[in-house]
């Protein structure tokens, strides 16, 4: 898992963490010292990193983008749960 560190934490931790993750790199490092939360999203979702932060908003975007992306890869199960008219619950997971 490669991590990319949000400007809200240490530029110092990639190269303590880095014997433990492959490639651990900081939005400093990347340009993005200044960027929105939406350009550090993209940025990570583009290169493959998950986002280490302690920002709250990226926790609310990861349920939004998580809920889209849940729905469309189950798709086929969430359409046999509306044609089944017995069924009124439906729990989906990752």
Known sequence: MRLLFDQNLSYRLPAELQDFYPDPTHVRECGLIKASDEDVWNYATTHRYAIASK??????????????????????????????????FLALSR
């Open 55 to 88: 920002d709250g908003d990226f926790h609310q975007r990861s349920f939004l983008r998580g809920f889209v992306n849940l729905l469309r890869t189950r798709v086929v199960i969430v359409a046999e749960f509306l044609a089944d008219l017995e069924q009124s």
